[in-house]
């Protein structure tokens, strides 16, 4: 009854050549939008997207490469760096070591020679001795001489002598 | 009596005046309306089709908002300035019928055996039973309106082929908001990541078709189609359809026999509950966008309607209201101006709520019963 009245009012009786129609065009539309227009704009859509993306994603990863292109170069520097470092050390060590070792070898060497000179000296000095020995014998005996065929040219002190000698005999 | 030929002239250059304080819109509405009621006053102060006096809003509205066999433009209705429409009529016994509604001289005369009765409709003479498949003026603006959403889409879909790969431009640009927002916004949201490439022609065609539908029942003397009920049980009835083709495993056992619920519950209750709900969802598709879009125009035209009920009083009243009136009338244009777009969102996000919950996977569900 209710369902009745409404029917009857104009603004809620459908028609159904209206609904065909629309039904009709609705279709229409959509098939025709479906393949001529909705078709293309997503896929073009899709595709401008995903350029886009790509793009952001390979900005991403370029950053990313030269992030590590950078901690790369900092890397090398810090290499070199060391090894600059090592080298110099080294160079340094190396100095010292020959500075060293030629202080050593000089000082080795001087003692060397000094031992030598010494040596030399001592030997020069125990021959000058004995010469001297030899000469002080030598004159020690002409002296002895001298003096004995001095002392043995008077009788009387020939006598006093034998005399001298026989009394240190006696006293022993 | 006074004079409705004077007083027509002053409402008229009242009228011009105040088109320049106010917008287009309401412009356009008053400048349509206005000639059509005065016309028809001044009939009947001549006399010459004296029928009732004064002026029957109800009918002038419902007159408005129901579907015609002509393009009214102004004028009485016994003598209007109208665009005559193609009928299509077919009956058993005349065979197939093509004419101009001019033929029937507005109701005056009867063609073919059928004539248009006091309200509008066709009928045969003789009685007999026929098939009214007439280009009516809702079917002539779905046309139109078929005709442009075409144009505009692939025009469109045409500047993106050819500028491929580079930024919209232009209308271009305009629209690929609104198509990103039905794809991303209602179709993905509501389907779905797995299912909503399928179907998103058909919500992207539902939005722009009731959008584009809606704004051109906007225009003073366009109706507005999607407050017609046929026209909304159609759309809604395309969408009943698909729901019922598309339905898995999952959502139909959970109308028929809903896991986890006591046998006498689900034949008592909830079974008979879930069918009705299949098809009420749509049906009430249906009916909100229907009356969201009629109400709105009946509103729009009360608004104008209110200065000529109230001129009936007097001249005073009628002048006195009419700014009043536009400014409502203007303020309810606007509004629907949004009522436009908003039904065609709901509309559209509704039908991919619909289809996401036919194509809904068990796996959430099924925890969730055990």
């Known amino acids: ?136 014998a030598v004159l020690s005996i002409e002296i002895a001489e001298k003096i004995l065929k001095q002392e043995l040219t008077d009788k009387d002190k020939q006598r006093a002598i034998v005399k001298n000698l026989l009394d240190e005999i006696k006293m022993n | 009596m006074y004079s409705f030929a004077r007083d027509s002239r002053n409402l008229k250059e009242f009228m011009i005046k105040r088109l320049r304080i106010f917008t287009l819109l309401s412009f356009i509405s008053g400048f349509i309306l206005v000639p059509e009621i005065s016309f028809s006053q001044e009939k009947d ?50 065979g197939l019928d093509i004419f101009l509604s001019s033929n029937f001289h507005h109701g005056k005369e009867a ?101 584009v539908a809606n704004t051109i029942g906007l225009i003073p003397s366009f109706p507005g189609v999607m407050g017609n009920i046929s026209v909304t049980f159609t759309l809604a009835a395309i969408v009943l359809i698909i729901t019922l083709l598309i339905g898995n495993k999952h959502y139909w056992q959970h109308i028929f026999w809903m896991p986890g619920v006591p046998a006498w519950v689900k034949i008592s209750l909830l079974t008979p509950i879930e069918i009705i709900g299949v098809f009420q969802r749509p049906f009430v598709l249906m009916i909100r966008i229907f009356a969201n879009i009629a109400a709105g125009h009946i509103v729009i035209l009360s608004f104008i309607c209110l200065i000529f009920v109230f001129s009936a009083k007097g001249d005073a009243a009628g002048w006195g209201f009419s ?25 559209t996000l509704l039908t991919a709520l619909y289809i996401g919950s036919c194509l809904e996977e068990p796996h959430h569900a099924e925890e969730h019963h055990k």
């Open chain 1, 1 to 136: 009854m209710t369902l009745g009245i409404l029917l009857l009012n104009p603004l809620l009786s459908p028609s159904y050549g209206l609904i065909v129609w629309t039904l009709l065009a609705f279709l229409i539309v959509l098939f025709l939008l479906k393949k001529f227009a909705w078709k293309p704009i997503l896929k073009s859509l899709a595709e401008r997207e995903e350029s886009i993306q790509n793009a952001i994603d390979e900005a991403k990863k370029t950053r990313d490469e030269m992030a590590s292109l950078k901690s790369d170069n900092e890397k090398i520097l810090i290499q070199a760096k060391t090894e600059r470092d090592n080298i110099l050390k080294e160079a340094r060590e190396i100095k010292e070591k020959m500075i060293a070792e030629a202080k050593d070898r000089a000082s080795k060497e001087a003692e060397k020679l000094v031992a030598s000179a010494r040596e030399n000296i001592h030997n020069e000095k125990m021959k000058a001795i004995t010469e001297l020995k030899n000469q002080v």
């Open chain 2, 45 to 94: 102060s001549t006399g010459a089709v004296k029928k009732e006096e004064g002026f029957d809003a109800g009918k002038f509205i419902i007159d408005h908002v129901t579907d015609k066999y002509e393009w009214h433009i102004m004028g009485s209705h016994e003598d209007p300035v109208s665009i005559p429409l193609p009928l299509i009529l077919y009956s058993k016994k005349n």
């Open chain 2, 111 to 211: 063609y073919n055996g059928y004539a248009l009765n006091h309200e509008g409709h066709i009928e045969r003479e003789d009685g007999a039973s026929f098939y009214d498949f007439s280009i009516t003026k809702a079917v002539t603006t779905l046309l139109l309106v078929s005709i442009i959403v075409l144009l505009l889409f692939i025009s469109v879909a045409k500047s993106y082929t050819r500028r491929a790969g580079q930024a919209p431009k232009g209308f271009q640009s305009l629209i690929e908001p609104f198509i990103l927002f039905v794809r991303d916004d209602i179709a993905k949201q509501s389907i779905g990541e797995k299912h909503y490439k399928k179907f998103l022609p058909l919500l992207l065609t539902q939005f722009f078709f009731i959008w």
């Open chain 2, 323 to 347: 700014p009043v009136s536009m400014i409502f009338a203007l303020f309810m244009n606007a509004m629907e101006l949004l009522v436009a777009f908003l039904q065609a969102f709901v509309f």
